[in-house]
């Protein structure tokens, strides 16, 4: 068995052989802990999957040989699987006139480990190799797990569970942090968990403002929701049986082939600006292989096109909120589709990089309105279900499109994977002009 001293040097890794093993794993991950999820429950497994996320991040830079090393890998994938969970979470605590805004806030984030991910890998590759960049990597993951017992609860899923006191409490902590009082009135809730043990009532303390008699009570709600459907909704235990009810089959479907087709093409040119990046001076396909690694134009190529994802997130949050999320997702996608269409023919190095750039500006930006549309179209007690199996069809795409940007594109042969990419794309669009629902300026649903 290789010693670490020996299995120091680079790593036999096609692009096809990281991603057909990273995304299976994270893939395995979102979907399979969702239906019994709830928001909160799953925010709290996010915090203890962090654990390993960090621990397995740690323990590749060591790994004696190969195989241990895919394995560490597989469950840092499985870890990072429900990281889309935050999404849904952070959703719940913002005001409806600029949720897209924050939203696409919240999600410049990703885009700046991304950046900060790719810096990384152009400084420490070249000279220091795989273990120090991995060793890094996991970082931020260890200094995340400082936080999470700060992590409040979504008072709206606990107002769904009849806990109003510990929500009431957190609202009182969040106003008292703003330096605001919150309105006097009632907090009501009527969806009270009916699901509770047996012989136990669930909680019904209610907040009660003082009133004169014969004066008018003020009675403002907090995170009040409507009462239709609500005991049939609760009784039936299968939330992917939900998902497919006719409310909902046709939006869980165009969700499920929106964020397919999202993955497949973000990933997809990432892929294609390394492959084609490598490939653009020589076109051959052992060039492809770990002999480039050190080559520097590898890395500036997929920083420059990382930093494309800014303007895009620059864009989204403009329009967001303006346009609404259908248009906004039409107006990307036809973008991206555009300036991905010249590189169905050779191009120079410069056009390449630029077409790239382009088009992972606004297939990245289409992803991130993805994101915010499926947890605003499900209703709480969904929210994280449906996003989270949405997310583990996404990573299909994400699975397959390496078998495209590197199998079919080798040898030069770009055109194919490209004309593939486009027809994605093509459909993805239509997939959104579909959508039954508009989220823009519409408060969150509780029910169905």
Same mark, same amino acid.
């Given at each position: 068995?290789?010693?670490?001293?020996?299995?120091?040097?680079?790593?036999?890794?096609?692009?096809?052989?990281?991603?057909?093993?990273?995304?299976?794993?994270?893939?395995? %991950?979102?979907?399979?802990?969702?239906?019994?999820?709830?928001?909160?429950?799953? +925010?709290?497994?996010?915090?203890?999957?962090?654990?390993?996320?960090?621990?397995?991040?740690?323990?590749?830079?060591?790994?004696?040989?190969?195989?241990?090393? &895919?394995?560490?890998?597989?469950?840092?994938?499985?870890?990072?699987?429900?990281?889309?969970?935050?999404?849904?979470?952070?959703?719940?605590?913002?005001?409806?006139?600029?949720?897209?805004?924050?939203?696409?806030?919240?999600?410049?984030?990703?885009? +700046?480990?991304?950046?900060?991910?790719?810096?990384?890998?152009?400084?420490?590759?070249?000279?220091?190799?795989?273990?120090?960049?991995?060793?890094?990597?996991? +970082?931020?993951?260890?200094?995340?797990?400082?936080?999470?017992?700060?992590?409040?609860?979504?008072?709206?899923?606990?107002?769904?569970?009849?806990?109003?006191?510990?929500? %009431?409490?957190?609202? /009182?902590?969040?106003?008292?942090?703003?330096?605001?009082?919150?309105?006097?009135?009632?907090?009501?809730?009527?969806?009270?968990?009916?699901?509770?043990?047996?012989?136990?009532?669930?909680?019904?303390?209610?907040?009660?403002?003082?009133?004169?008699?014969?004066?008018?009570?003020?009675?403002?709600?907090?995170?009040?929701?409507?009462?239709?459907?609500?005991?049939?909704?609760?009784?039936?235990?299968?939330?992917?049986?939900?998902?497919?009810?006719?409310?909902?089959?046709?939006?869980?479907? &165009? &969700?499920? *082939? &929106?964020?397919?087709?999202?993955?497949?093409?973000?990933?997809?040119?990432?892929?294609?600006?390394?492959?084609?990046?490598?490939?653009?001076?020589?076109?051959?396909?052992?060039?492809?292989?770990?002999?480039?690694?050190?080559?520097?134009?590898?890395?500036?190529?997929?920083?420059?096109?990382?930093?494309?994802?800014?303007?895009?997130?620059?864009?989204?949050?403009?329009?967001?909120?303006?346009?609404?999320?259908?248009?906004?997702?039409?107006?990307?996608?036809?973008?991206? *589709?555009?300036?991905?269409?010249?590189?169905?023919?050779?191009?120079? /190095?410069?056009?390449?990089?630029?077409?790239?750039?382009?088009?992972?500006?606004?297939?990245?930006?289409?992803?991130?309105?993805?994101?915010?549309?499926?947890?605003?179209?499900?209703?709480?007690?969904?929210?994280?279900?449906?996003?989270?199996?949405?997310?583990?069809?996404?990573?299909?795409?994400?699975?397959?499109?390496?078998?495209?940007?590197?199998?079919?594109?080798?040898?030069?042969?770009?055109?194919?994977?490209?004309?593939?990419?486009?027809?994605?794309?093509?459909?993805?669009?239509?997939?959104?002009?579909?959508?039954?629902?508009?989220?823009?300026?519409?408060?969150?649903?509780?029910?169905?």
């Amino acid at each position: 068995m290789a010693t670490p001293a020996s299995f120091s040097g680079v790593l036999p890794l096609s692009n096809r052989t990281r991603a057909l093993f990273a995304q299976p794993s994270v893939s395995v %991950h979102s979907f399979s802990y969702k239906p019994r999820l709830t928001t909160s429950t799953s +925010v709290k497994l996010r915090s203890k999957s962090s654990y390993g996320v960090s621990v397995a991040g740690l323990l590749s830079a060591f790994a004696p040989n190969y195989i241990s090393l &895919l394995i560490l890998r597989c469950l840092v994938g499985v870890g990072l699987g429900c990281g889309h969970v935050f999404t849904s979470w952070f959703l719940e605590f913002v005001p409806t006139p600029n949720r897209g805004a924050w939203m696409v806030v919240f999600s410049t984030f990703w885009t +700046v480990g991304t950046i900060m991910e790719a810096s990384l890998a152009w400084w420490i590759m070249p000279t220091y190799g795989w273990r120090l960049l991995l060793g890094l990597s996991a +970082v931020p993951s260890l200094v995340a797990l400082l936080f999470y017992g700060l992590v409040p609860e979504s008072p709206r899923y606990l107002c769904t569970q009849g806990r109003l006191t510990e929500a %009431h409490y957190i609202l /009182a902590n969040g106003a008292t942090l703003n330096c605001k009082d919150l309105p006097k009135g009632l907090l009501v809730s009527d969806h009270i968990n009916e699901s509770t043990n047996e012989g136990q009532s669930s909680e019904s303390t209610t907040l009660l403002s003082s009133t004169n008699e014969g004066q008018s009570s003020e009675s403002t709600t907090l995170l009040s929701s409507t009462k239709n459907e609500s005991n049939n909704f609760q009784r039936n235990p299968s939330s992917i049986v939900m998902l497919l009810s006719p409310n909902l089959t046709r939006t869980t479907l &165009l &969700l499920w *082939f &929106l964020y397919f087709g999202n993955t497949f093409s973000y990933y997809g040119i990432i892929l294609l600006t390394s492959q084609l990046s490598i490939g653009q001076s020589e076109c051959d396909p052992t060039t492809l292989q770990s002999d480039n690694i050190e080559d520097p134009s590898l890395y500036v190529n997929v920083f420059i096109t990382s930093l494309a994802e800014l303007p895009g997130l620059a864009l989204a949050a403009f329009i967001l909120d303006r346009v609404g999320r259908k248009i906004s997702m039409e107006i990307m996608l036809v973008a991206g *589709f555009v300036l991905l269409l010249p590189l169905v023919i050779h191009q120079n /190095a410069i056009l390449t990089t630029g077409f790239l750039f382009g088009a992972r500006m606004f297939i990245s930006a289409s992803f991130i309105v993805v994101c915010i549309y499926a947890p605003e179209v499900y209703p709480t007690k969904l929210r994280a279900t449906g996003v989270g199996i949405a997310t583990a069809i996404g990573r299909i795409g994400g699975m397959v499109c390496p078998l495209i940007a590197v199998g079919m594109g080798s040898n030069c042969h770009q055109t194919l994977p490209v004309v593939l990419f486009e027809g994605i794309i093509l459909l993805s669009g239509l997939a959104v002009m579909l959508l039954p629902f508009e989220t823009n300026g519409k408060e969150l649903a509780d029910t169905l």
